[in-house]
């Protein structure tokens, strides 16, 4: 079993920058693929980005790729993302999302998920 909680979300303006941070406790974080999605109002959950057990290789959406970064810290069972450059069409909540490998971008195929934090981008 593996146990998420989200930290870092709040209000930001436009081009402005955020950090997500998410906590796992449970066993063998080190074997847990890691992955973030989001949800805007009235929108289907969204893949954002995941990150494979030792860090080397990370997955994005189109349209965050090149502003958003996740990485992972193994000895601290830490999972973050951080977002540059942020823009009003980022506002969602953000979901911490762990399994025991790699599932895709639908979000219904991903086993333990974090209760969300929310991101708030003003114009």
């Known amino acids: 079993q593996v146990q998420l909680v989200e930290s870092g979300g709040g209000l930001v303006q436009a081009g402005g920058s955020l950090r997500l941070s998410c906590a796992a406790s449970g066993r063998s974080f080190s074997n847990t693929v890691m992955a973030w999605f989001r949800q805007a109002p009235g929108k289907e959950r969204e893949f954002v980005a995941s990150?494979?057990?030792?860090?080397?290789?990370?997955y994005y959406t189109d349209s965050v790729k090149g502003r958003f970064t996740i990485s992972r810290d193994n000895a601290k069972n830490m999972v973050y993302l951080q977002m540059n450059s942020l823009k009003p069409e980022d506002t969602a909540v953000y979901y911490c999302v762990a399994d025991a490998y790699y599932k895709g971008s639908d979000y219904r195929e991903w086993a333990y998920w974090g209760q969300g934090t929310q991101v708030t981008v003003s114009s």
């Open positions: 990150v494979s057990r030792n860090g080397g290789i990370r």
